[in-house]
């Protein structure tokens, strides 16, 4: 079976974990969730978003290494100040 391949613009596919990062930098940005707050857990927000663990995963490392979050082992995920 041959599938047919479509081309996309530049800069109009995005993955479903950079959607979700930008979703929960918005809420963070924005003062719904603020410094020191912990994020609800991966599998509420993997239900929330309708992905996998492993996209929800993803998508906290990219705001990990913006600065935006932190993991405390055992604990959750918490915005930073």
Sequence with gaps: MQVESRSMPTGQYR???EA???DLREKIKSGRWQA???LPPISQLRETYAVSPGTIKTAISALSDEGLVRGV???GIYVNG
């Design 73 to 75: 082992a055992g604990s």
């Design 20 to 22: 979700v990062a930008d």
């Design 15 to 17: 993955r479903r974990w």
């Design 36 to 38: 020191g707050d912990r």
